[in-house]
């Protein structure tokens, strides 16, 4: 039965020390763990919450780019943010999928995002007021999902890892087309340079907020680091993500709205980083609770969609169980 | 130049932005994910289309202008389209059954240009019957599957086609360009066309349990540059950005 599989699942597993310490030591030895191997219970859980946190925020993260599909102002545009939002619908997929191989379901995974008690990346609840603003999220907000998922393409968790390493490949190409895209406003017009400028300040500190709170304030740090499921700290990505975002904003002509960021050449072992203002967690905690300009309107435009097609799925539904029905018959 | 050519091109440019547009319209919003990634795939050979066809009218033009100076910058009177392509997407049977009429019209279209005397035109139509097939088969199984589905299924296809079969007429007629472009062994005659598109329909549509019907007058003025009021709409979302700032470079 596939469920003996599944070690953990039904609660009723005896987590002994002896039975803990064998499977660090597997994590300890890089070996990957798959879906049919025992796992300690918050193991699988972790894995469940973060896998279906990340593919939830593929799929409202659909939502603000879509908002400038229609309006794309050329062909070429038109076509490759189509082609971008597509591919954030893929990486959603392949995420389900994988945390399907947990034991949940793609349904229950999307009832609890509707209902509110799943969460998904808190940047997708600001708004896209301007063409910049694709741009400035290829280029920040898949820039820094990138500096958080290339660690995870090494993620102990097989599924999951697998499903990065596809992932991160188109990520990287959004974020260079994201990148391109800001590029060309700053040689254009006044008009569109301003326009650039005025979405990088109000992108540049929500996407410093996607690595999470700091690692004093992080409640799920610790564990999944012991069990290789992150490899980094929020802190040392988001450290990481400022140090190659800085110079690539100064390159085209932009300044970073942070007047306290300066080159610090003892940061990093003596490599050098940019120190970095205060971040506002009172903003963070405040959209994580709900209360961002587009939190409602995420759900709602989801809700909707969902609602709206039961009678399709319904339909698909009934009409494979006459064709089974009758190819039985 | 042959402004016959370019005005036929532009026509068939147009029906394949604007179904694009709209397709494109449900990117995010689709009944599964599944779709989310199937309709942006039409939506995306739609607008690849346009691009190839805009660009190739350019050069029959010759003054200069490019695919976005076509796409965007032409006024509601004159994009060609034809009046089904720009319907509103309406529920999902409405757009499955919009873009199954428009491929079934397209597959032997392209196919026959597979032997077209324009050179450019005849190369494009192997990439694009390929395309076209898919997106028969795509919206096909979904118009059998919503026929032959539930209750409520069954009848919002039938909403569709009672809605959208007066547009499809338009698709088959000829104008004196398009004449003379079938004339010179360019396009293919509407009439084969028409035969095709029925015995697809046909098909289709008996698998789906749904029935062809009769009607008792056929729109058109698309063609003529005659368009309904939700065109306006949309091409006041698809130009914006070229209006509002104009000149510039994206
Ligand atoms: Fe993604
Ligand atoms: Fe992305």
Redesign the interface.
Same mark, same amino acid.
């Given at each position: 039965m596939y469920s003996q599989g599944l070690i953990g699942a039904d609660n009723k597993t005896e987590e002994t020390q002896a039975f803990l310490d064998a499977f660090q030591k597997r994590i300890d030895a890089e070996e990957k763990i798959e879906p049919n191997d025992p796992m300690p219970l918050a193991y699988r859980n972790t894995l469940i919450r973060m896998i279906g946190q990340h593919a939830h925020s593929e799929?409202v993260g659909? =939502?603000p780019e *879509?908002n400038w599909?229609?309006?794309?102002?050329?062909?070429?545009?038109?076509?490759a943010l189509?082609?971008k939002?597509?591919d954030e619908?893929?990486h959603?997929?392949y995420l389900?999928s994988a945390a399907e191989t947990l034991g949940v379901s793609?349904e229950q995974m999307t009832e609890e995002l509707l209902d509110g008690t799943a969460k998904y990346s808190s940047i997708f609840n600001y708004p896209t007021p301007t063409?910049a603003d694709i741009g400035t999220i290829g280029w920040l907000v898949d820039g820094a999902a990138i500096m958080n998922q290339v660690p995870l393409c090494r993620c102990s968790y097989g599924p999951y890892a697998r499903a990065m390493i596809r992932v991160c490949k188109e990520e990287s190409f959004h974020q260079r087309q994201g990148y391109e895209l800001v590029k060309? =406003?700053c040689? *254009?017009?006044a008009?569109?340079k301003a326009m650039a400028q005025d979405s990088l300040d109000r992108w540049w500190w929500p996407s410093l907020m996607m690595f999470g709170p700091s690692d004093t304030d992080s409640q799920h740090s610790d564990k999944s680091m012991q069990w290789k499921i992150k490899r980094f700290t929020n802190d040392e990505l988001r450290q990481k993500f400022i140090d190659a975002t800085v110079p690539q904003a100064e390159l085209i002509g932009l300044t970073v709205p942070d007047k306290d960021l300066t080159w610090n050449p003892t940061k990093n072992r003596g490599k050098g980083g940019y120190d970095f203002g205060e971040i506002n967690w009172d903003e963070f905690w405040r959209v994580v609770q709900g209360h961002g300009l587009m939190n409602k309107d995420r759900i709602a435009?989801r809700k909707?969609?969902w609602d709206?097609?039961?009678?399709?799925?319904?339909?698909?539904q009934?009409?494979a169980a006459?064709q089974q029905s009758s190819s039985v018959a | 130049m042959n402004p016959a050519l370019l005005h036929s091109v532009v026509q068939i440019a147009d029906d394949h932005l604007i179904l694009g547009h709209r397709m494109s319209e449900w990117c995010g919003h689709a009944p599964m994910l599944e779709e989310d990634l199937s309709m942006p795939n039409m939506a995306l050979d739609m607008i690849g289309q346009a691009r190839t066809l805009y660009t190739y009218a350019a050069t029959i033009e010759n003054q200069g202008r490019t695919e976005d100076d076509f796409a965007y910058l032409r006024n509601d009177r004159e994009y060609l389209n034809c009046l089904l392509v720009e319907r509103p997407n309406g529920d999902f049977a409405h757009t499955m059954l919009r873009q199954l009429y428009f491929a079934a019209y397209m597959h032997p279209f392209w196919e026959a240009m597979h032997k077209s005397t324009d050179n450019t035109l005849q190369a494009l139509s192997f990439k694009a019957v390929k395309e076209i097939a898919y997106h028969i088969r795509h919206c096909g199984e979904w118009i059998v599957r919503l026929g032959d589905g539930t209750d409520e299924s069954h009848e919002r296809i039938n909403n569709a086609v009672s809605a959208l079969h007066p547009y499809t007429a338009e698709l088959f007629e000829v104008d004196e360009q398009r004449l003379a472009g079938i004339e010179l062994g360019i396009f293919p005659a509407q009439a084969q066309l028409r035969q095709v598109w029925d015995k697809t329909i046909d098909q289709i549509f008996h698998q789906a349990k749904i029935k062809v019907p009769r009607t008792d007058f056929n729109q058109s003025g698309g063609r003529k540059g005659l368009h309904t009021e939700d065109f306006g709409l949309l091409l006041s979302q698809l130009q914006y950005l070229q209006r509002a700032y104009p000149g510039s470079t994206w």
């Open positions: 799929i659909m =939502l *879509g599909i229609t309006r794309a102002p050329t062909l070429r545009r038109k076509v189509l082609a939002v597509q619908g893929g959603g997929l389900y793609r063409w060309t =406003l040689e *254009g017009t008009e569109q435009a909707k969609a709206e097609g039961a009678w399709v799925r319904e339909a698909a009934a009409y006459k | -």
